[in-house]
């Protein structure tokens, strides 16, 4: 994704989530973004969706996981604002993008 473009998803994303009243105290966003990330499964499904757009049941036979359990990770990574489901798939947001980017050693 070009610099420019990512730059105005982000703007996008923020004021999104701002008038959703998504954004918590810093000090319990930073506790939700750590309890999504301590577990490694999430860290793998952050990193198999990348730059993609992914549907639910692609997540789904890539790990072999039973529904509820995906959708607990999901559900988990979504509340620390890591990834945002739209329609039946899923992709990261910024916040995401940047975890990958700035965190996870690369290959």
Wanted: glycine share 6%; charged share 35%; aromatic share 8%.
């Amino acid at each position: 994704m070009k610099k420019e473009d990512m730059q105005t998803r982000k703007q996008k994303w923020f004021k999104k989530i701002e008038e959703e009243g998504k954004l918590l105290d810093p000090k319990e966003d930073h506790s939700r973004g750590l309890r999504a990330l301590q577990n490694p499964m999430r860290r793998e499904v952050l990193k198999f969706i990348g730059e993609n757009t992914i549907p639910f049941g692609k997540i789904k036979s890539h790990f072999n996981l039973d529904e509820s359990s995906l959708r607990f990770h999901l559900t988990m990574l979504e509340q620390a604002l890591y990834i945002e489901q739209i329609n039946n798939d899923w992709r990261l947001t910024p916040r995401g993008i940047g975890y990958l980017k700035n965190v996870e050693p690369r290959n």
